[in-house]
């Protein structure tokens, strides 16, 4: 046996293993980007409501007696239609369907969050 | 001769056993039962080079046994077993191939102990949301994997002579 503590072939063998664990770790950051299965609306911290995203629906949010925001599910996909802030930035951010996903309305302290309904959503991914 | 072999696989096997109740004295966790550093791994690393492969084996399986019995529980073993014996027909597999050096051969050994773990943990647990843990424990089971393999490559340098003289080793080249 000579001496060599390292080979080509080390290197290479090592750095198909870590190649294959960085495979794994995007795979797995997809995996959790998979489609949800509710949206749950927050308002300054405090669960405002939970939708079913399969239900297509009108949400109004109303802060204080007043309807602030809108938040409209269509084809599973939950969008901001309607805010009456200023910016209005929360109307142009993207319909979100995927879990984690969210939508924020700073000035009103509004947020839509995507979320698999625990074991509903584990029904609903055999079933498919 | 052979009494000699005998204490010499008896040595290994107390080794071994030390090694287990260092690393249990070590609190590391990865959030999965069972799933450790892998000290032990230094011993069958060794001995797959030193002594051969059944003695390797057999080590392996006492040290499990033992280790269990003393320092754990049923599922403990069971965790151990699935991942010793996975890493072993993996580095054995590899060694034959006399492609790789032991610092490879550890790696694998790590890295294949910790998914056998997990592919046992994934049973009992009956979830495969646990594989989401796949890529932490390949990235530990090398890191450990490398670290076991340097030390074992010195330690096999270093004993190489030893072994042979007293006829140790199945290997003479």
Redesign the interface.
């Known amino acids: 046996?000579s001496?060599?503590?390292?080979?080509k072939?080390?290197i290479l063998?090592?750095g198909g293993?870590?190649g294959?664990?960085?495979l794994?770790?995007l795979l797995?950051f997809f995996?959790?980007n998979k489609e949800g299965a509710c949206v749950e609306v927050t308002v300054d911290g405090k669960v405002y409501g939970t939708y079913d995203l399969n239900e297509n629906q009108e949400i109004p949010i109303t802060i204080d007696g007043e309807v602030t925001n809108v938040l409209t599910i269509k084809d599973g996909k939950a969008k901001m239609t309607d805010a009456d802030c200023p910016d209005h930035l929360c109307m142009h951010q993207k319909a979100i369907s995927k879990e984690k996903e969210t939508i924020v309305c700073l000035p009103n302290k509004v947020v839509a969050e995507v979320t698999g309904s625990k074991e509903k959503q584990e029904f609903d991914s055999i079933a498919r | 001769m052979k009494t000699k072999k005998v204490a010499f696989l008896g040595v290994f096997l107390a080794l071994a056993l030390i090694l287990s109740y260092v690393e249990s004295l070590i609190p590391f966790y990865f959030g999965i039962p069972g799933v450790k550093l892998g000290l032990t791994n230094l011993i069958v690393v060794v001995m797959l080079y030193l002594c051969g492969t059944k003695e390797a084996f057999a080590i392996s399986m006492l040290r499990i046994m033992l280790s269990g019995f003393l320092f754990g529980n049923m599922f403990s073993i069971l965790y151990s077993a699935a991942g010793g014996l996975l890493s072993f027909l993996v580095m054995y597999a590899l060694k034959r191939t006399h492609?790789?050096?032991?610092?490879?051969i550890s790696?694998?050994g790590g890295?294949s102990h910790n998914i056998g773990q997990l592919i046992v943990a994934a049973f009992v647990v009956e979830t495969y949301n646990i594989?989401?843990y796949?890529?932490v424990l390949?990235?530990a089971g090398?890191l450990t994997g490398?670290l076991i393999g340097?030390l074992g490559?010195e330690f096999i340098?270093r004993f190489?002579k030893v072994f042979r003289e007293h006829e140790m080793s199945e290997e003479r080249?």
Do not use: C, E, T, W
């Open positions: 046996m001496k060599k503590r390292f080979g072939n080390d063998f090592i293993i870590l294959i664990a960085l794994f770790m797995v995996l959790q | 492609k790789l050096k032991v610092i490879s790696v694998a890295v594989f989401y796949m890529p390949i990235f090398a490398f340097i490559q340098f190489q080249d």
